[in-house]
């Protein structure tokens, strides 16, 4: 930890870094998913889904920059590397045999869900831990979470 005059305990900031650290790997498994979506998807949706994928990856890429200087600011190490990120990450693979839209919708939307859930989780926690200013980022980034859920799942959602 490096020495700070932020106001949060060090206690605080230890927890909460360790927390967002793992968030963090999520984020970046989020990140080179909806990419592995933009690149791969094949069918009668194709150029929606292409475009929808990439929205979806720069939004995952802002919260990846979101996570990580949170971190550096409460005197942390943003442990953001590809490889530290696959070892840590809680999300499944995506599924590598994903071709059509239908697929992807499915494969994508599972994720979204996942990432969504650990950063609900993440924003109790770090309320709890009494660091409002993290829990109000992680809101944020579940908020727009939920938004690319709905985007992604409407796909599927023609009849109830
Ligand atoms: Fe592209």
């Not at 943003?78 to 071709?99: D, H, I, M, Q």
């Not at 969504?116 to 660091?131: I, N, Q, W």
């Not at 944020?140 to 859920?149: A, G, M, N, Q, V």
């Amino acid at each position: 930890m490096f020495k700070t005059k932020n106001d949060l305990p060090e206690d605080t900031r230890a927890m909460v870094i360790e927390l967002l650290n793992a968030r963090l790997a999520d984020a970046i498994d989020l990140q080179s998913q909806t990419k592995q979506a933009h690149w791969n998807v094949k069918g009668p949706n194709f150029i929606a889904l292409h475009e929808l994928f990439d929205k979806i990856n720069k939004n995952a890429a802002d919260n990846v920059d979101d996570l990580a200087e949170r971190i550096v600011q409460l005197g942390g190490v943003a442990e953001g590397t590809v490889r530290t990120a696959a070892k840590r990450t809680s999300l499944a693979e995506y599924p590598s045999y994903t071709v059509d839209g239908r697929s992807h919708v499915e494969a994508l939307s599972s994720v979204l869900a996942a990432f969504g859930k650990s950063v609900r989780r993440a924003v109790a926690e770090t309320s709890d831990l009494g660091d409002a200013d993290t829990a109000d980022l992680l809101t944020e980034i579940s908020c727009s979470i939920d938004k690319w859920l709905w985007f992604v799942e409407a796909h599927q959602q023609a009849q109830r």
